[in-house]
């Protein structure tokens, strides 16, 4: 914690209170943060092993590889991929869908040695996990540890932090270099955003509040400089061991990823016209108790909460219309993560640099196209 210099008359002896007072105000708000940790991760792992054995969640074709018994839904998806990664290692001399991975994480399965790289896996993500919520609630410019921590704990799709990937470190890695940037310690935030970006493609973009928030050119150039250098680092090791100075870019195009990122822009014209074509009469009525609510709302309440009425309608109407689970969860996610853009914009100065550092994920997201349509 900065000191601060005692003004002309000020009581040494009292400004050492008011600090060791600060101090434990911050150590049990960290508690704070680590008890809603903690309940999260019972009740993510209790939905988990619950829906497993009750047969909710069930993998009838034995599609994935069931590591870690009834825990072995947080093994699915692309866990796959980072473990081929860590045994075989990238290809020499040509591209493929091994480089859409970033490096840090099979490099973590590869040091696990005689440890089951699914129990290694397991483990670090747990502490990982930990850590985030730790770091969100030191980051959190107002200083409000708890309701930080219960905001990640809220989020729709927080329950994928505990799946086996490099996801949560990265959150982790970032949250604490914001928190460590805010407390004058550029050197170290810039350490930790550099594992940032080598664990995810978007770990880069905490490079913006880093440079925004950091005191001093130096402390700019260290802070936001090195996820940017960790960033290009990934990229020249894949073009010198691919052959191909786009072997990234190349891979997330591959048909397998179902990505086709703004093109997909295209398809919702035909969703729609599609689901007039089935069910016109009740997207009709739909749409006209949604303006005549929203024409209510706003009468009574204001413009600003008759938006919010007319966006949570239209939210919901996608939502409905979404063709797969994984679109489900997607657009879930993002139909709440941009309203809260918002209202970090509207909080003020000081969140601009976290308004800023969202919108960029975001957008970074949706344009490449791992939010689908």
Known sequence: MAQRVPAVGEDPARLAIRG??????????????????AIWLAAVLGVVIGGVEA??????????????????????????WYHSVAELGY?????GPFYAFFPLWPLVLRA???????AAALAVVIAASGLAFLGVAASNPSGQARRAA??????????????????????????????????????????????????????????????????????????????LAAAVAVQIYFWRRSGDALAFIHAQELPVWNRNGPSRFSKWPGHIAHAFSVHAWLLIAGALVGVVLAALVARRFGRWYAGAVAYA????????????????????????????????????????????FATAVVAVSFLSGTVTS
Request: charged share 10%; with cysteine; net charge positive.
């Open 91 to 95: 290809p020499h001399g040509h591209g």
């Open 55 to 80: 047969g909710a969640i069930s993998d009838p074709h034995h599609s994935w590889l069931h590591y870690g018994g009834p825990l072995w839904p947080l093994f699915t998806w692309d866990f796959g």
């Open 313 to 356: 309608l239209v939210a919901a109407a996608l939502l409905f219309g979404a063709q797969t689970p994984q679109s489900r969860i997607e657009s879930a996610v993002l139909a709440v993560a941009v309203p809260i853009l918002g209202v970090l914009w509207w909080l003020g100065p000081r969140y601009r640099p976290w308004a800023l």
């Open 150 to 227: 219960l905001a990640l704990a809220c989020w729709p799709g927080s329950f994928m932090l505990l799946l086996a990937y490099p996801d949560v470190v990265a959150l982790a890695a970032a949250a604490w270099a914001a928190a460590l940037v805010l407390r004058g310690r550029p050197f170290l935030a810039g350490a930790l955003g550099a594992v940032a970006a080598v664990a995810r493609p978007t770990g880069f973009l905490i490079a913006i509040p880093l440079l925004l928030v950091a005191r001093g050119p130096r402390a700019r150039a260290v802070a936001a400089g090195a996820p």
């Open 112 to 118: 696990s040695g005689s440890i089951p790289d699914w």
């Open 20 to 37: 060791r007072i600060a101090a434990s105000v911050a150590q049990h708000a960290l508690l704070a943060a680590g008890v809603v940790w």
